[in-house]
Protein backbone atom coordinates (compact mmCIF):
# COMPACT_ATOMS: atom_id res chain seq x y z
CA UNK A 1 0.00 0.00 0.00
CA UNK A 2 2.88 2.70 0.78
CA UNK A 3 4.56 1.55 -2.85
CA UNK A 4 1.03 2.45 -4.18
CA UNK A 5 1.01 5.63 -2.49
CA UNK A 6 4.82 6.94 -3.04
CA UNK A 7 3.92 5.52 -6.77
CA UNK A 8 1.35 8.16 -6.82
CA UNK A 9 -1.36 5.45 -8.04
CA UNK A 10 -5.26 8.05 -8.44
CA UNK A 11 -7.39 5.16 -7.64
CA UNK A 12 -7.61 2.02 -5.44
CA UNK A 13 -11.11 -0.08 -5.88
CA UNK A 14 -11.56 -3.16 -3.44
CA UNK A 15 -13.24 -5.59 -5.13
CA UNK A 16 -14.36 -9.20 -4.51
CA UNK A 17 -15.51 -11.36 -3.74
CA UNK A 18 -16.70 -9.44 -0.93
CA UNK A 19 -14.48 -7.33 0.18
CA UNK A 20 -16.17 -6.77 3.50
CA UNK A 21 -15.93 -10.51 4.49
CA UNK A 22 -11.95 -9.52 5.13
CA UNK A 23 -11.22 -8.52 8.96
CA UNK A 24 -9.26 -6.49 8.19
CA UNK A 25 -10.44 -4.71 5.59
CA UNK A 26 -11.40 -1.27 7.49
CA UNK A 27 -7.82 -0.94 8.43
CA UNK A 28 -6.53 -1.21 5.22
CA UNK A 29 -9.19 0.84 3.83
CA UNK A 30 -8.02 3.10 5.96
CA UNK A 31 -4.46 2.83 5.87
CA UNK A 32 -5.07 3.62 1.93
CA UNK A 33 -7.50 7.00 2.48
CA UNK A 34 -4.75 8.27 4.65
CA UNK A 35 -1.76 8.21 2.69
CA UNK A 36 -4.11 10.00 0.13
CA UNK A 37 -5.37 7.27 -2.49
CA UNK A 38 -8.98 7.57 -3.48
CA UNK A 39 -10.49 4.65 -2.27
CA UNK A 40 -13.61 2.59 -4.25
CA UNK A 41 -15.60 -0.49 -2.78
CA UNK A 42 -17.69 -2.90 -5.07
CA UNK A 43 -19.93 -4.85 -3.20
CA UNK A 44 -23.00 -7.47 -3.27
CA UNK A 45 -24.45 -4.97 -0.72
CA UNK A 46 -25.75 -7.64 1.43
CA UNK A 47 -23.32 -6.95 4.46
CA UNK A 48 -23.73 -2.92 4.34
CA UNK A 49 -25.88 -1.92 6.93
CA UNK A 50 -26.06 2.10 8.08
CA UNK A 51 -23.16 1.68 10.79
CA UNK A 52 -21.10 -0.24 8.42
CA UNK A 53 -21.74 2.37 5.47
CA UNK A 54 -21.03 4.94 8.19
CA UNK A 55 -17.90 2.83 8.93
CA UNK A 56 -16.87 2.93 5.63
CA UNK A 57 -17.45 7.01 5.06
CA UNK A 58 -15.26 7.57 8.57
CA UNK A 59 -12.73 5.79 6.80
CA UNK A 60 -12.57 7.43 3.89
CA UNK A 61 -14.06 5.34 0.95
CA UNK A 62 -15.20 7.87 -1.49
CA UNK A 63 -17.31 5.71 -3.26
CA UNK A 64 -19.21 1.95 -3.00
CA UNK A 65 -20.17 0.13 -6.10
CA UNK A 66 -23.14 -2.35 -5.37
CA UNK A 67 -24.05 -5.03 -7.86
CA UNK A 68 -27.60 -5.04 -9.55
CA UNK A 69 -28.35 -8.00 -11.53
CA UNK A 70 -31.76 -7.13 -12.77
CA UNK A 71 -34.72 -4.69 -12.26
CA UNK A 72 -37.16 -7.42 -10.65
CA UNK A 73 -36.00 -9.55 -7.50
CA UNK A 74 -36.17 -13.20 -9.52
CA UNK A 75 -34.01 -11.88 -11.99
CA UNK A 76 -31.15 -10.82 -9.71
CA UNK A 77 -31.52 -13.66 -7.62
CA UNK A 78 -31.57 -15.94 -9.74
CA UNK A 79 -28.19 -14.84 -11.05
CA UNK A 80 -26.65 -14.59 -7.65
CA UNK A 81 -27.94 -18.01 -6.74
CA UNK A 82 -29.79 -16.89 -3.30
CA UNK A 83 -33.10 -16.20 -2.66
CA UNK A 84 -33.62 -12.55 -1.24
CA UNK A 85 -30.34 -11.40 -2.43
CA UNK A 86 -31.69 -8.30 -4.44
CA UNK A 87 -33.70 -7.18 -1.16
CA UNK A 88 -31.08 -7.33 0.66
CA UNK A 89 -28.80 -5.13 -1.74
CA UNK A 90 -31.49 -2.57 -1.97
CA UNK A 91 -31.15 -2.58 1.87
CA UNK A 92 -27.45 -1.81 1.19
CA UNK A 93 -28.70 1.03 -0.96
CA UNK A 94 -30.76 2.52 1.19
CA UNK A 95 -27.91 1.84 4.25
CA UNK A 96 -26.12 4.00 1.78
CA UNK A 97 -28.16 6.72 1.28
CA UNK A 98 -29.15 7.15 4.85
CA UNK A 99 -25.38 7.80 5.91
CA UNK A 100 -24.59 9.66 2.89
CA UNK A 101 -22.24 7.34 1.58
CA UNK A 102 -22.21 8.14 -2.11
CA UNK A 103 -22.68 5.05 -4.40
CA UNK A 104 -23.60 3.58 -7.79
CA UNK A 105 -24.63 0.55 -9.18
CA UNK A 106 -23.21 -2.39 -10.70
CA UNK A 107 -25.19 -3.90 -13.88
CA UNK A 108 -24.08 -7.04 -15.84
CA UNK A 109 -25.51 -6.75 -18.94
CA UNK A 110 -26.50 -10.20 -20.18
CA UNK A 111 -29.47 -12.08 -22.69
CA UNK A 112 -31.58 -12.49 -19.61
CA UNK A 113 -31.55 -9.50 -18.29
CA UNK A 114 -31.77 -7.40 -21.52
CA UNK A 115 -35.80 -6.71 -21.34
CA UNK A 116 -34.85 -5.10 -18.05
CA UNK A 117 -32.12 -2.59 -19.57
CA UNK A 118 -34.47 0.03 -19.27
CA UNK A 119 -35.91 -0.55 -16.21
CA UNK A 120 -32.32 -0.98 -14.46
CA UNK A 121 -31.39 2.08 -15.48
CA UNK A 122 -34.42 3.79 -13.89
CA UNK A 123 -34.11 1.85 -10.61
CA UNK A 124 -30.46 3.17 -10.19
CA UNK A 125 -32.05 6.91 -11.36
CA UNK A 126 -34.88 5.98 -8.50
CA UNK A 127 -33.06 4.81 -6.26
CA UNK A 128 -30.17 8.18 -5.78
CA UNK A 129 -27.07 6.36 -7.73
CA UNK A 130 -24.43 8.73 -8.66
CA UNK A 131 -23.77 6.44 -11.94
CA UNK A 132 -24.12 3.45 -13.22
CA UNK A 133 -21.99 1.17 -14.48
CA UNK A 134 -23.11 -1.43 -17.29
CA UNK A 135 -20.28 -4.96 -17.50
CA UNK A 136 -20.95 -6.10 -20.78
CA UNK A 137 -20.12 -9.86 -19.91
CA UNK A 138 -17.24 -11.84 -21.70
CA UNK A 139 -16.59 -15.52 -21.69
CA UNK A 140 -13.70 -15.43 -18.89
CA UNK A 141 -12.97 -19.25 -17.56
CA UNK A 142 -15.71 -18.93 -14.61
CA UNK A 143 -18.56 -17.94 -17.77
CA UNK A 144 -17.85 -20.85 -19.86
CA UNK A 145 -18.74 -23.07 -17.06
CA UNK A 146 -21.12 -21.82 -15.82
CA UNK A 147 -23.43 -19.60 -18.38
CA UNK A 148 -21.80 -18.96 -21.49
CA UNK A 149 -25.02 -18.39 -23.43
CA UNK A 150 -26.12 -15.61 -21.37
CA UNK A 151 -23.26 -13.49 -23.63
CA UNK A 152 -24.51 -11.06 -26.12
CA UNK A 153 -24.33 -11.51 -30.30
CA UNK A 154 -22.85 -8.82 -31.58
CA UNK A 155 -26.18 -7.37 -33.07
CA UNK A 156 -27.20 -7.61 -29.79
CA UNK A 157 -24.83 -5.47 -28.00
CA UNK A 158 -25.15 -3.46 -30.80
CA UNK A 159 -29.06 -2.56 -30.37
CA UNK A 160 -28.07 -2.20 -26.30
CA UNK A 161 -25.10 0.05 -26.43
CA UNK A 162 -27.16 2.61 -28.98
CA UNK A 163 -29.95 2.28 -26.67
CA UNK A 164 -27.88 3.73 -23.92
CA UNK A 165 -25.83 6.04 -25.49
CA UNK A 166 -29.61 7.65 -26.68
CA UNK A 167 -30.71 7.18 -23.14
CA UNK A 168 -27.50 9.49 -21.97
CA UNK A 169 -29.08 12.18 -23.22
CA UNK A 170 -31.83 12.23 -20.61
CA UNK A 171 -30.30 10.74 -17.96
CA UNK A 172 -29.41 12.50 -15.09
CA UNK A 173 -26.69 10.43 -14.36
CA UNK A 174 -23.40 9.40 -16.13
CA UNK A 175 -24.16 5.94 -17.82
CA UNK A 176 -20.52 4.14 -18.47
CA UNK A 177 -19.72 0.69 -19.48
CA UNK A 178 -16.79 -0.95 -18.80
CA UNK A 179 -15.75 -3.43 -21.25
CA UNK A 180 -17.09 -2.34 -24.11
CA UNK A 181 -14.63 1.16 -25.57
CA UNK A 182 -17.07 0.87 -28.52
CA UNK A 183 -19.25 2.77 -26.70
CA UNK A 184 -17.96 6.06 -26.48
CA UNK A 185 -17.64 6.07 -29.81
CA UNK A 186 -21.67 6.00 -30.33
CA UNK A 187 -21.71 8.50 -28.16
CA UNK A 188 -19.31 10.53 -29.87
CA UNK A 189 -20.69 9.90 -33.71
CA UNK A 190 -24.26 10.77 -32.54
CA UNK A 191 -22.84 14.09 -30.66
CA UNK A 192 -24.61 13.21 -27.06
CA UNK A 193 -25.10 16.15 -25.51
CA UNK A 194 -26.37 14.98 -21.96
CA UNK A 195 -29.78 17.69 -21.03
CA UNK A 196 -28.74 17.27 -17.18
CA UNK A 197 -25.06 17.70 -16.72
CA UNK A 198 -22.43 19.15 -19.09
CA UNK A 199 -21.09 17.11 -21.81
CA UNK A 200 -17.26 16.84 -20.31
CA UNK A 201 -18.76 14.88 -17.72
CA UNK A 202 -18.49 12.00 -20.31
CA UNK A 203 -14.96 12.10 -19.91
CA UNK A 204 -15.30 10.21 -16.38
CA UNK A 205 -16.85 7.14 -18.74
CA UNK A 206 -13.72 4.58 -18.76
CA UNK A 207 -12.54 4.49 -22.34
CA UNK A 208 -13.98 8.05 -23.19
CA UNK A 209 -10.59 8.57 -24.48
CA UNK A 210 -8.13 5.73 -24.03
CA UNK A 211 -9.82 2.57 -25.32
CA UNK A 212 -9.39 -0.35 -23.10
CA UNK A 213 -6.96 0.56 -20.88
CA UNK A 214 -6.06 -3.07 -19.61
CA UNK A 215 -2.31 -2.32 -18.30
CA UNK A 216 -2.84 0.93 -20.79
CA UNK A 217 0.08 3.66 -18.95
CA UNK A 218 -3.26 6.09 -18.27
CA UNK A 219 -5.27 3.00 -17.10
CA UNK A 220 -5.11 -0.47 -14.42
CA UNK A 221 -4.17 -3.73 -13.56
CA UNK A 222 -5.65 -5.68 -11.29
CA UNK A 223 -4.09 -7.90 -8.39
CA UNK A 224 -5.75 -11.05 -7.34
CA UNK A 225 -6.51 -12.74 -3.89
CA UNK A 226 -3.47 -15.22 -4.72
CA UNK A 227 -0.92 -11.87 -5.40
CA UNK A 228 -1.21 -12.57 -8.68
CA UNK A 229 -1.35 -9.19 -10.92
CA UNK A 230 -3.41 -9.29 -14.24
CA UNK A 231 -4.16 -6.58 -16.53
CA UNK A 232 -7.99 -6.88 -16.38
CA UNK A 233 -10.44 -8.98 -14.49
CA UNK A 234 -11.68 -9.56 -18.54
CA UNK A 235 -8.27 -10.48 -19.34
CA UNK A 236 -6.78 -13.06 -17.08
CA UNK A 237 -3.08 -13.30 -18.45
CA UNK A 238 -0.58 -13.56 -15.52
CA UNK A 239 2.23 -10.55 -14.91
CA UNK A 240 3.52 -11.55 -12.01
CA UNK A 241 2.87 -11.64 -8.49
CA UNK A 242 3.55 -9.16 -5.60
CA UNK A 243 4.55 -11.43 -2.91
CA UNK A 244 7.49 -12.61 -5.23
CA UNK A 245 8.09 -9.23 -6.61
CA UNK A 246 7.41 -5.53 -6.75
CA UNK A 247 4.40 -3.95 -8.75
CA UNK A 248 5.95 -1.45 -9.82
CA UNK A 249 8.65 -3.77 -11.08
CA UNK A 250 5.81 -5.42 -12.91
CA UNK A 251 4.13 -2.22 -13.92
CA UNK A 252 7.28 -1.41 -15.56
CA UNK A 253 8.53 -3.97 -16.85
CA UNK A 254 6.60 -6.67 -17.94
CA UNK A 255 6.65 -7.20 -21.67
CA UNK A 256 2.90 -8.70 -21.80
CA UNK A 257 1.67 -4.86 -20.82
CA UNK A 258 4.41 -3.95 -23.59
CA UNK A 259 2.90 -5.11 -26.40
CA UNK A 260 -0.62 -4.28 -25.08
CA UNK A 261 0.40 -0.73 -24.72
CA UNK A 262 1.61 -0.55 -28.25
CA UNK A 263 -1.30 -0.38 -30.14
CA UNK A 264 0.57 -1.06 -33.50
CA UNK A 265 0.65 -4.29 -32.84
CA UNK A 266 -3.28 -5.13 -32.58
CA UNK A 267 -3.99 -7.53 -35.51
CA UNK A 268 -7.10 -8.16 -37.83
CA UNK A 269 -9.88 -5.58 -38.00
CA UNK A 270 -8.39 -3.77 -34.64
CA UNK A 271 -5.28 -3.41 -36.48
CA UNK A 272 -6.99 -1.64 -39.23
CA UNK A 273 -9.57 0.53 -37.62
CA UNK A 274 -9.08 3.90 -37.83
CA UNK A 275 -10.72 4.01 -34.09
CA UNK A 276 -7.59 1.91 -33.37
CA UNK A 277 -5.75 4.08 -31.29
CA UNK A 278 -8.65 5.46 -28.94
CA UNK A 279 -10.61 2.14 -28.89
CA UNK A 280 -8.71 -1.29 -29.68
CA UNK A 281 -11.61 -3.16 -28.94
CA UNK A 282 -12.08 -5.42 -25.68
CA UNK A 283 -8.18 -7.14 -25.31
CA UNK A 284 -10.02 -9.66 -22.98
CA UNK A 285 -13.09 -10.00 -25.44
CA UNK A 286 -9.91 -11.14 -27.94
CA UNK A 287 -8.62 -13.33 -25.52
CA UNK A 288 -10.77 -15.49 -24.68
CA UNK A 289 -12.60 -15.93 -27.99
CA UNK A 290 -8.98 -16.35 -30.34
CA UNK A 291 -6.54 -17.11 -27.98
CA UNK A 292 -4.57 -13.95 -28.87
CA UNK A 293 -5.00 -10.61 -26.47
CA UNK A 294 -3.94 -8.67 -29.33
CA UNK A 295 -6.53 -10.20 -32.30
CA UNK A 296 -9.87 -8.40 -33.36
CA UNK A 297 -12.28 -7.87 -31.05
CA UNK A 298 -15.03 -10.37 -31.94
CA UNK A 299 -18.03 -8.73 -30.17
CA UNK A 300 -17.12 -5.54 -32.37
CA UNK A 301 -19.79 -4.14 -35.06
CA UNK A 302 -17.49 -1.38 -36.58
CA UNK A 303 -16.95 -1.60 -40.01
Not at 40 to 66: C, F, H, P, Y
Not at 245 to 254: A, M
Not at 278 to 291: D, K, N, Q, S
Amino acid sequence: MDDLATWGIGLLIFDGGEPLCREDFFEIAKHASRRGIRTVVGSNGILIDVDTAERMKDVGIQMVQISIDGAKPETHDSFRGEEGAFHKAMLGVKACKEAGLPFQFGMVIRRQSLPEIPDMLRLAVDKGANATEFFDLVQVPRLKRECPEETLSVNERRNVMEWLAEAQRECPIVIRLPGCPMYPLILKERDIQPRHFPAHLLRRIPYYLRGCAAGMPNGYVTVLPNGDVIPCMLLQVRLGNIREEDIIKIWESSSILARLRERSLLEGECGRCAHRDICAGCRGRAYEETGNMLAADPGCWLP
